[in-house]
């Protein structure tokens, strides 16, 4: 009796076989045939990549908490926390120290091991510097890893958030160069290498990633994951994004991202950043199980864990649990 299908053991061609699983450098038009190719082949190809660098069925839980919400003088067209737009989110003073130990102790209970504080700042004045390093002294204390999130900074204000014992920064690029201006006029992409170059500078651990779903095209987002992967060394962690619509910000009502474009984006990023942690952030409350399921398969293997993300929803601590069981994960 004649095969008509090939066995399962004999190797299948690749159409991806002409890029890479790594590079000293990403072209734009690389990352960009990766995000055209066949869906089954590059999610194969991403899982591949991560099962070299990365247990397949380990995930990092960290909790992110608003530690100064509202009031930015920032125009980011994405943000509710942006004082010109009318989102209903209040300007609201830094949390007192306790009740932010209080928080963070919660979400090491609940099994966090990173710990992400974010002010809603252009960039924080020498004062809010000095309340963060005690902050960040504090939640150290407790054994867990500290990531911050505070805008851009001045020359040696990370060196001094380093001396704290801050693990990571958080400072996105959001998008690629090119498209920056439609999203954010009130700074600039260089300021954003700035700060960035500043955190590398001081040792601390870069978190960059960038938000998808803004109306941009797929170029674009070939272009965001290059600026990324193309970063000396690239980011440590890469949380990828899915723009959440705040009615009041300008982006409100842009064209909903088809959902298997932003699985396809994760496994660019896992392909491209191999050994980075890649962080499946905002939007995953909007996500079915089945698409947070494929972002997991295409290399995500880090997450925001809790009942909020700054000030919008996240999937309840219980629903993540039992996702989890389902399929079988673990937390790191």
């Known amino acids: 009796m004649s095969q008509l299908t090939p066995s399962l053991t004999e190797p299948q061609p690749d159409s991806l076989s002409h890029i890479p699983d790594s590079t000293s450098s990403w072209s734009v038009s690389q990352i960009q045939a990766l995000l055209e190719s066949p869906f089954n082949d590059l999610i194969y190809r991403a899982q591949r990549v991560h099962r070299q660098y990365h247990d397949a069925n380990a995930v990092q839980l960290s909790t992110l908490i608003s530690v100064k919400t509202g009031g930015c003088p920032e125009d980011c067209g ?14 609201q003073d830094m949390l007192p120290l306790d009740e932010i130990i209080s928080a963070a102790t919660a979400a090491k209970q609940q099994g966090a091991t990173r710990f992400c504080m974010g002010a809603a700042w252009r960039g924080p004045k020498q004062r809010d510097i000095d309340k963060m390093t005690k902050i960040i002294g504090e939640v150290k204390a407790l054994g867990l890893e500290t990531c911050a999130t505070l805008g851009m900074l001045k020359p040696g204000q990370a060196k001094q958030l380093s001396q704290a014992g801050l693990d990571y920064y958080n400072h996105n690029l959001d998008t690629e160069p090119e498209f920056y201006g439609e999203i954010i006029t009130t700074r600039n992409y260089q300021d954003r290498l700035d700060t960035l170059e500043e955190v590398r500078g001081a040792g601390i651990n870069v978190c960059c990633g960038g938000i998808v779903g803004m109306g941009e095209s797929r170029g674009t987002r070939a272009g965001l994951i290059a600026q990324l992967a193309n970063l000396d060394p690239y980011p440590e962690s890469v949380p990828i994004n899915h723009l959440v619509q705040v009615e009041g910000t300008p982006l409100y009502g842009t064209e909903e991202l088809d959902p298997f474009e932003f699985v396809r984006t994760i496994a660019a990023a896992r ?28 290399g995500a293997n880090s997450i925001f864990y809790g009942d909020k993300l700054l000030t919008t929803g996240n999937p309840e601590t219980e629903r993540d649990r039992a996702l989890f069981d389902k399929l079988g994960l673990r937390s790191l």
Do not use: W
């Open 78 to 91: 994405y943000c509710p926390q942006a004082a010109r737009y009318h989102t209903g989110v209040d300007n």
């Open 271 to 298: 392909i491209t950043m191999p050994k980075a942690m890649v962080r499946l952030s905002a939007g995953r409350r909007e996500m079915s199980e089945a698409i947070q399921a494929l972002c997991f398969l295409a």
